[in-house]
């Protein structure tokens, strides 16, 4: 059984940063590419950054290109999210997510990930 516990999450002024930690348990880590996705009320969930198993590529949506940093670190089971320069327009439910098979290449839409955490709340204050 896959089990992702994000953590991190807060309050935070606009300017400000956080780092969110996704830690993942139930199989190999490292073989597999993660995710996250963010939700913010009445809206879509929508991705945010992802990284490649082996490499770690890593992929950005164009509203957080250059402020936000995805990571892993395959001996801890955790994928990281910081997130600098944060705007109002970030807060949201972020959610980490990770795909049933490995190996394969890096998702950027919900569609390609089965499993998911349950999220934790940012909120951006102006």
């Known amino acids: 059984q896959v089990q992702l516990v994000e953590s991190g999450g807060g309050l935070v002024q606009a300017g400000g940063s956080l780092r969110l930690s996704c830690a993942a348990s139930g199989r190999t880590f490292s073989s597999y590419a993660m995710g996250w996705f963010r939700q913010a009320p009445g809206k879509e969930r929508d991705f945010v950054a992802a990284i490649s198993w082996g490499v770690g590529n890593t992929y950005y949506a164009d509203s957080v290109k250059g402020r936000f940093t995805i990571s892993r670190d395959n001996a801890k089971n955790t994928v990281y999210l910081q997130m600098n320069s944060l705007k109002p327009e970030d807060t949201a439910v972020y959610y980490c997510?990770?795909?049933?098979?490995?190996?394969?290449?890096?998702?950027?839409?919900?569609?390609?990930?089965?499993?998911w955490g349950q999220g934790t709340q940012v909120t951006v204050s102006s």
């Open positions: 997510a990770a795909p049933k098979l490995p190996l394969g290449s890096v998702g950027l839409t919900r569609a390609k990930y089965d499993y």
